[in-house]
């Protein structure tokens, strides 16, 4: 050891003097509020997903077309409970013919409406039909003008097409017969007069113009097994998703006027919306649909299935549905009755014995992935980007909401409007989409990503702040969300990473802290593609922020074993090479511990880092180290650094132990647990450590003592330490803790302390 560092020497000696450090890396940008925001980031998406594809992918359109059979219906008579609001439904279907429910898929919606039309058809000795989506060729609706074919009302010369593109002269129907020629339909109905269309563009093929209501949505003529409109019949039909919401109302009055003068019945099934938000508006056609309790369609089904089974595999099904490790498995709050009719078939085969536990807890954990995948093949049936829009807004929302599970809504709406312009710029670059300025119905958009909103709190620090939090309605879909759309939709990957760098640059924690989490969740599933567009571009700006969330993705992304030697590798290029904001990217990586497999080994890195960057951020990553999991670990190498011959070293001790006299324990949040600081968490760490862990007491008193008495750091420690002594003087808790340790700072170990620094001590104590 040097003069110029003999512990002895005074403060005033001539060698250079370490100051408190006064911020962070990020210059105070990202301290009020992390702690918070990471747990609950790692809470959302820590969790193991079902197997990638162990259940049959759901079909766009589950609902087969044509006449209901009878042995359905029955079965629907005993199984189906009446929802919510069933009387009413039922009194409106029967006085004007046509009821619109509108409500997600899934949600047992087919279901009531078929129970509505099986009452009131077999009261007119009718049957029931679905005709699937859209309105298909050959219900004997007379062809008409101002709406899309097969609605009932002749097109006129000059009659626009949906959307406004004029029909072309000299177009035939599919049969090859030109329109306009006194020919007539093979249900008789005359196929209207001429008509001016593009030519080119046939009837029903999803044109890029998409009229309102697609010719049968593609689906051939006579597929149905409908062919004319029955009195006393009932019919159900789903609305296309792709609606347009200005024309919807206009078509549900000719449909309504159509079963009304046949004395036929309409149930039509709308999806979530701007069309449904319309019609839910104009009250005249539509009620919102209010799904069953899972609980009930669970039992009847179960009821249904076991019937003639021994009593005791009843029971043993329903006490198998309340185990906790299937209700973790499922991941949902409530399952909606599609979900509930599925969970009972597979509790009745494993009440059976033909399906074992293993495969029972899989099939489970598959219900939120298939959601997930369910409401992306969704979104990527719209071709042309107006068409597209809605369901573009609706994706965006639901990775959003995966992303800012739990947060303040409006966090998560802007995040999602800055998404789907991603989304409508990536399919159409020519085109920049606005927003919508007014929402018809407030919460609707959440309805249609099953999320919830209510009371919540955002942590700033010193105070926390009351918000309107959201989030799933299921602990897994939000990790199903996210993976769904980064692995099965390549073309996402793009927009997605442009949003997430974007989202790591604003100095709000609850902001760029979960933008950085799900990043390196991110890479972990796919490293090479996330370090090139997300890793890299973030670890080479000048802002300091996104510099900490690369550092925060890349160690995210190192929990993943298979991933870490690789996150490991590129981190000790950077700290040996030359690129300043790489080295600090790595020195902040290392701060949470996981990069390198182990908290020593961590240590060992920010030790070699610390001697190009003077201590400056190698500090900060040693002491977010000192607030994890393994205190001990830390002022064990600290104690040895404070011996080692090099002076960096030497100096990333001291300037660690003065940060850790200073800064708020909050402030130092990093990606594991460690529940036994959370009641300190307002505290300086010092403090939080000797309360969580006695036993660190002698080496932080070492440690402390040291920078007392040592030249160079002698000013900055008492400076330290009086400040830590105020602060405690505050709060009766911090004082206990600090009052049993002061005595062995002063008694311990082989130096006395220095006399200066004794009579500041003395001076403070005796004024509070």
């Known amino acids: 050891m040097s003069a110029a560092e003999d512990v002895g020497a005074p403060a005033e000696s001539r060698g250079r003097r370490l100051d408190i450090p006064k911020s962070d890396p990020l210059d105070g940008a990202g301290q009020p509020g992390g702690a918070r925001t990471a747990r609950e980031a790692r809470a959302h998406l820590h969790i193991p997903v079902g197997p990638a594809r162990l259940c049959a992918e759901p079909a766009p359109y589950p609902l087969p077309e044509g006449p209901v059979p009878r042995e359905e219906l029955d079965r629907l008579r005993r199984l189906y409970r009446a929802v919510p609001g069933y009387a009413a439904m039922r009194d409106h279907l029967r006085r004007t013919g046509l009821l619109a429910l509108c409500g997600e898929p899934g949600t047992g919606r087919a279901w009531t409406g078929l129970a509505l039309l099986a009452e009131l058809s077999e009261l007119a000795d009718g049957g029931v039909s679905r005709l699937g989506a859209g309105v298909p060729h050959g219900l004997g609706i007379p062809y008409g003008a101002g709406l899309s074919y097969g609605l009932g009302i002749p097109y006129g010369p000059g009659t626009l097409l949906g959307a406004g593109i004029p029909y072309g002269s000299g177009a035939t129907h599919e049969s090859g017969i030109p329109y306009g020629s006194g020919a007539t339909h093979e249900s008789g109905n005359p196929l209207g007069p001429a008509i001016p269309h593009s030519p080119?563009?046939?009837?029903?093929?999803g044109t890029p113009h998409d009229p309102i209501l697609p010719l049968a949505s593609g689906i051939p003529h006579g597929t149905s097994g409908v062919e004319k409109t029955e009195r006393g019949h009932g019919y159900l039909l789903e609305l296309p998703a792709d609606q347009?919401?200005?024309?919807?109302?206009?078509?549900?009055?000719?449909?309504?006027?159509?079963?009304?003068?046949?004395?036929?019945f309409c149930v039509v099934l709308v999806a979530g919306g701007p069309a449904a938000d319309r019609l839910l508006r104009g009250r005249r056609h539509a009620v919102p649909y209010e799904p069953p309790a899972a609980a009930d369609v669970l039992d009847r089904h179960l009821t249904e299935l076991l019937a003639d089974r021994p009593t005791g595999l009843l029971e043993t099904a329903h006490a198998t549905a309340r185990r906790p490790e299937l209700v973790e498995a499922l991941g949902l709050d409530e399952p909606r009755p599609g979900e509930a009719a599925r969970l009972a078939?597979?509790?009745?085969?494993?009440?059976?014995?033909?399906?074992?536990?293993?495969r029972l807890l899989e099939h489970c954990r598959s219900f939120a992935p298939d959601q997930a995948r369910a409401w992306f093949l969704e979104a990527g049936r719209p071709g042309t980007l107006p068409t597209a829009l809605p369901a573009l807004r609706a994706a965006a929302l639901r990775i959003a909401l995966a992303v800012f599970n739990g947060s303040a809504h409006s966090l998560m709406a802007e995040a999602a409007e800055l998404l789907a312009w991603e989304l409508a710029v990536t399919l159409d670059p020519q085109y920049?989409?606005?927003?919508?300025?007014?929402t018809a119905r407030p919460g609707a958009s959440l309805a249609t990503a099953r999320a919830v909103h209510g009371d919540g709190v955002e942590d700033l620090g010193e105070a926390s702040v009351p918000v309107r939090a959201v989030w799933f309605e299921g602990r897994r879909l939000a990790p199903a969300v996210l993976h769904e759309s980064w692995d099965a939709h390549h073309n996402l990957r793009g927009p997605m990473a442009r949003w997430l760098r974007g989202l790591c640059d604003d100095p709000r924690p609850q902001v760029w802290v979960r933008a950085a989490v799900a990043a390196g969740v991110l890479c972990a599933r796919d490293y090479l593609y996330g370090l090139v567009e997300l890793a890299l571009p973030l670890a080479r700006t000048d802002s300091p922020v996104q510099r900490m969330a690369a550092a925060t993705a890349l160690a995210e992304a190192s929990r993943a074993p298979e991933v870490r030697p690789a996150v490991n590798g590129l981190l000790r290029d950077w700290a040996r090479g030359d690129d300043e904001r790489e080295r600090e990217t790595a020195a902040l990586a290392h701060g949470y511990g996981l990069a390198a497999g182990s908290v020593v080994a961590s240590l060992e890195e920010l030790g070699r880092i610390a001697c190009a960057d003077e201590g400056r951020t190698t500090s900060y990553g040693v002491l977010r180290l000192l607030a994890g999991t393994e205190p001990e670990t830390v002022l064990t190498a600290l104690t040895r650094w404070l011996r080692d011959t090099r002076r960096p070293r030497r100096d990333l001790a001291l300037l660690t132990v003065l940060r850790a006299v200073t800064t708020r324990t909050s402030h130092l949040w990093g990606l594991c647990e460690v529940p036994e600081l959370e009641p300190y968490a307002a505290w300086p760490l010092a403090t939080a450590v000797l309360a969580a862990h006695p036993e660190c007491a002698p080496r932080l008193a070492e440690l402390l003592r040291a920078a007392l008495t040592w030249a160079r750091s002698a000013g900055a420690a008492e400076d330290a330490l009086v400040g830590w002594i105020r602060r405690a003087a505050g709060d009766e808790r911090q004082l206990t803790v600090l009052c049993g340790f002061l005595p062995r700072?002063?008694?311990?170990?082989?130096?006395?302390?220095?006399?200066?620094a004794a009579t500041r001590i003395r001076e403070v104590l005796e004024a509070l």
């Open 745 to 756: 700072l002063a008694q311990d170990g082989d130096e006395p302390l220095d006399a200066a």
């Open 345 to 358: 078939d597979l509790l009745a085969a494993h009440a059976e014995g033909r399906l074992s536990e293993e």
């Open 432 to 438: 920049a989409p606005g927003r919508p300025l007014f």
């Open 200 to 205: 080119g563009i046939p009837y029903g093929l």
């Open 244 to 264: 347009a919401d200005f024309a919807v109302e206009a078509l549900l009055d000719r449909l309504r006027a159509h079963f009304a003068g046949h004395e036929a």
